[in-house]
């Protein structure tokens, strides 16, 4: 059964304060991972997918790295418009769950003025 | 692009009404979901469909119907609406040419059952 943990489930960061969200992740051999962001009341927004170990990708203030056992998404200088909750999910490679997203229960950030 | 869309923003049912949640996207996208957002739970997968005519149960499908008759809608039917179906409720959609659903969700229906 594939599993996403998300740690940790809430964070606290200063403006400018960098930092790192984990997801660890067990699949049976992975298609994709992919990182959202999700703002209170709305439908959650895609970021990023990662296909292999040790690839990297990068938008503004976030970065998002893979390895064969988790994805980390590091913050660099965060802005208090960063709040939002940050959701991981993975894609199988075969069998049933390679049709679905397994998602994690996400991690809360807070990024304080 | 209208993106996802979903139809209605917000429900209350009595224990036993049934009703449909509507969802559509104008992106020619193949695969669509639905997903359950509890809290403490995060997204569960209800149904999905990779094509039309073709769906699917995902991990939590008691209770929920779904039909696939273009490419372009995804509804979903409570049967016999039940309190544990209090949810949010989220629609999604992907480009599935590649087998890779970077899935991009609609906004949202709230659902209560009283």
């Known amino acids: 059964e594939d599993q996403v943990t998300q740690s940790p489930e809430a964070l606290r960061l200063q403006e400018g304060e960098s930092s790192s969200l984990n997801c660890s992740y067990t699949?049976?051999?992975?298609?994709?991972l992919f990182w959202y962001r999700q703002d209170p009341g709305k439908g959650p927004e895609f970021l990023f997918t990662l296909y292999s170990a040790g690839e990297e990708k990068e938008k503004e203030r976030l970065k998002a790295t893979l390895t064969k056992k988790e994805s980390f998404l590091h913050i660099t200088a965060p802005k208090p418009e960063d709040s939002a909750t940050y959701l991981c999910?993975?894609?199988?490679?075969?069998?049933?769950?390679?049709?679905?997203?397994?998602f994690g229960k996400g991690t809360k950030l807070s990024v304080i003025p | 692009n209208a993106g996802v869309t979903q139809t209605p923003k917000f429900q209350v049912l009595k224990t036993g009404q049934s009703m449909t949640l509507q969802c559509a996207q104008d992106m020619n996208h193949e695969y669509m979901s639905w997903y359950r957002q509890d809290p403490g739970m995060g997204l569960r997968l209800i149904h999905y469909s990779v094509g039309a005519g073709i769906t699917d149960q995902g991990e939590v499908p008691n209770g929920y119907n779904v039909s696939r008759s273009t490419t372009e809608d995804f509804p979903l039917r409570l049967l016999s609406a039940a309190p544990s179906q209090t949810s949010v409720y989220f629609c999604?959609?992907?480009?599935?040419?590649?087998?890779?659903?970077?899935?991009?969700f609609g906004p949202g229906t709230r659902l209560t059952v009283t």
């Open positions: 699949v049976s051999g992975l298609r994709g």
């Open positions: 999910a993975v894609q199988a490679a075969s069998g049933a769950g390679s049709y679905q997203l397994t």
């Open positions: 999604a959609s992907s480009y599935s040419g590649e087998l890779v659903y970077e899935q991009y």
